[in-house]
Nanobody, 123 residues
């Protein structure tokens, strides 16, 4: 079992920045995919960014060039740096992981989830 805990959400004005953190504990796998997802009220949960154990990253088109996913393996922590935030980025953000290097596009394929952290961007 892997436990994930997010932090770093908050309220920010349009154009601002936030950095989300996802601390992992428990059992770790040598091959994995980790990712950030978000869900706004009344909308489907969507993939934001993923990274796998071979260093490959992928981003949703809506956040490319603005968000950066990274890991600090020494701290067992994943980050999502969000720049140039827009009101449409407002959502609850979750980190998730799945065993294996393939990063599935569908959120319900991921095995482990955090509780989420709220990000609110005002115009």
């Amino acid at each position: 079992q892997t436990q994930l805990v997010e932090s770093g959400g908050g309220s920010v004005q349009s154009g601002g920045s936030l950095r989300l953190s996802c601390a992992a504990s428990g059992h770790f796998y040598s091959k994995y995919c980790i990712g950030w997802f978000r869900q706004a009220p009344g909308k489907e949960r969507e993939r934001v960014a993923t990274a796998n154990s071979d260093g490959s990253t992928s981003y949703a088109d809506s956040v490319k060039g603005r968000f950066t996913i990274s890991e600090d393996n020494a701290k067992n922590t994943m980050y999502l740096l969000m720049n140039s935030l827009k009101p449409e980025d407002t959502a609850r953000y979750f980190c998730a992981s799945v065993v294996g290097e393939w990063c599935p596009p569908d959120w319900d394929t991921y095995n482990y989830w955090g509780q989420g952290t709220q990000v609110t961007v005002s115009s």
